[in-house]
């Protein structure tokens, strides 16, 4: 019922770069975790630490990352619960809504990298109504740290929430409705 997992992942950065800079990731991220299972869920931890940076011309910058998940799921009779929250600095690349957009760090006008804390999470419950009917009510957020060296129409924060009714029509095969609400603020 417990699990400790250490694995060495793909460092890509996600920085937005000087003219003529190139990525430069000089170690692998490691990541390691610890996941208990049990009859009414499992709960897992999991710490990340990286390093960020570029080359330009002959020089190398670089700063330091981390982050830290908790996240479970706990059962409720046939229906569960599921939550996460992520906290980090130099850690964008590993959240769905600002990945891939610069938010790892930016670079400072005397080229130095500044790594940018994010924080986010998620809950959501899914009610099993019978054998083919269930629902789901889920909601999120992100935030990015607010960074004078951020432009004013850089990302800040985003809020989500959703629920929906869901049918089995097939073992292989599920339609439904669902409904969505979501905000998204800049950094302005």
């Given at each position: 019922?417990?699990?400790?997992?250490?694995?060495?992942?793909?460092?890509?950065?996600?920085?937005?770069?000087?003219?003529?800079?190139?990525?430069?990731?000089?170690?692998?991220?490691?990541?390691?975790?610890?996941?208990?299972?049990?009859?009414?869920?499992?709960?897992?931890?999991?710490?990340?630490?990286?390093?960020?940076?570029?080359?330009?011309?002959?020089?190398?910058?670089?700063?330091?990352?981390?982050?830290?998940?908790?996240?479970?799921?706990?059962?409720?009779?046939?229906?569960?619960?599921?939550?996460?929250?992520?906290?980090?600095?130099?850690?964008?690349?590993?959240?769905?809504?600002?990945?891939?957009?610069?938010?790892?760090?930016?670079?400072?006008?005397?080229?130095?990298?500044?790594?940018?804390?994010?924080?986010?999470?998620?809950?959501g419950y899914t009610r099993h109504w019978n054998e083919r009917w269930r629902s789901s009510l889920v909601?999120?957020?992100?935030?990015?740290?607010?960074?004078?060296?951020?432009?004013?129409?850089?990302?800040?924060?985003?809020?989500?929430?959703?629920?929906?009714?869901?049918?089995?029509?097939?073992?292989?095969?599920?339609?439904?409705?669902?409904?969505?609400?979501?905000?998204?603020?800049?950094?302005?």
């Open positions: 019922g417990l699990t400790a997992t250490l694995s060495v992942e793909d460092p890509s950065s996600d920085i937005s770069l000087p003219a003529g800079a190139t990525a430069r990731q000089p170690l692998p991220d490691i990541v390691g975790a610890m996941r208990i299972e049990r009859d009414w869920g499992h709960m897992q931890a999991a710490i990340v630490g990286r390093r960020i940076g570029y080359r330009l011309g002959a020089d190398d910058f670089s700063g330091t990352g981390y982050g830290l998940t908790l996240s479970g799921l706990g059962k409720v009779g046939g229906d569960f619960l599921v939550a996460s929250f992520t906290y980090g600095d130099g850690i964008a690349r590993y959240f769905n809504d600002i990945g891939g957009r610069g938010y790892d760090a930016v670079v400072g006008p005397d080229g130095k990298v500044h790594t940018l804390a994010a924080y986010g999470g998620f809950i909601g999120s957020m992100v935030v990015v740290e607010r960074d004078r060296l951020l432009p004013d129409t850089a990302f800040r924060e985003s809020l989500y929430g959703a629920a929906n009714l869901i049918v089995q029509v097939s073992p292989s095969f599920s339609a439904g409705f669902e409904t969505l609400y979501g905000r998204h603020e800049l950094q302005n």
